[in-house]
């Protein structure tokens, strides 16, 4: 009898009503996999260190939804209850709702001290002849000024004993493009350095990591923002400087009652494996 009950209790789990009509979620329902597009620096980590990407393939399903961006992503999630998709953690708002990775909440400080295992470097990417107001840009970033920017949005800096800003009173125009996941914190950084440099005006433009490491090596921009690493090819032609640390939220829309999952289960339902919500919930209950 008690085997019965369990059944049936387990049964009208997966068969809960539709979070349209009552609020509650329907685990029977497939898992609608966001993923960011070929190219994006983001997705080239994500499928990285989730061992997506393996035998010279991205194995990410072809049955994901692709989004040109992160704002892309996050508008995915949010409307849709049964989406999942990833973003940088600096992009969070309350629109989605950020899984935690084996039971560890995706923020600053699980970065640093290494228990959140989904993080990744930004960099800013280079040619070897950098002019004097480019560099004096880049060593505000890296400065201490830089670093209390970059933690105060969500990012870990890459160097915790930055040195005090001593550059300034310079003029001319700075363009930088890249990535869509560094554009937040660069526009910050940027709008900081024009308060300190009044002649001085910094140009950002989104278009992908790859998009903005090509402008570096052409000349199109004096600064390409990546959240991958540089090719041997590419750093045969620029410098990559790494600036802070980010981690990769796993989100779901706030509806979803789901809140932890394991980095296996991540690359299970992003490689298709797992295509159902009570394949995950199946561990929680």
């Not at 950084?189 to 570096?216: C, F, K, Q, R, W």
């Amino acid at each position: 009898m008690m085997k019965l009950v369990i059944l049936i209790a387990v049964f009208l789990l997966a068969s809960c009503v539709d979070s349209n009509s009552s609020g509650e979620f329907i685990t029977s329902r497939e898992v609608n996999v966001v993923s960011r597009e070929g190219g994006s620096g983001t997705r080239g980590a994500f499928v990285e260190i989730l061992g997506i990407f393996h035998d010279g393939h991205d194995w990410t399903t072809l049955e994901a939804d692709v989004a040109n961006g992160t704002s892309v992503v996050i508008q995915s999630v949010a409307g849709n209850s049964y989406a999942i998709g990833y973003i940088t953690i600096g992009s969070l708002n309350p629109t989605v709702k950020a899984l935690d990775v084996n039971g560890v909440s995706p923020n600053p400080e699980n970065i640093r001290n290494g228990t959140y295992p989904l993080f990744r470097p930004f960099y800013m990417s280079v040619r070897q002849d950098v002019d004097a107001l480019t560099q004096d840009f880049i060593d505000f970033i890296l400065s201490q000024e830089g670093s209390y920017i970059i933690e105060s949005r969500g990012y870990v800096p890459i160097n915790s004993n930055a040195p005090v800003f001593t550059g300034g009173n310079l003029s001319g125009t700075i363009v930088v493009s890249g990535s869509t996941a560094v554009t937040p914190i660069m526009d910050r950084l940027a709008e900081a350095y024009e308060l300190l440099n009044p002649d001085v005006t910094v140009e950002v433009h989104t278009g992908g990591s790859s998009a903005g490491i090509t402008g570096s090596i052409d000349g199109i921009n004096d600064i390409g923002m990546s959240s991958r690493p540089l090719t041997a090819a590419e750093l045969a032609n620029l410098t990559a400087i790494p600036f802070a640390m980010d981690g990769l939220a796993v989100i779901v829309n706030p509806n979803n009652p789901l809140s932890d999952i394991s980095p296996e289960q991540v690359r299970q339902v992003f490689m298709g494996d797992i295509i159902r919500w009570y394949e995950l919930y199946e561990y929680q209950f």
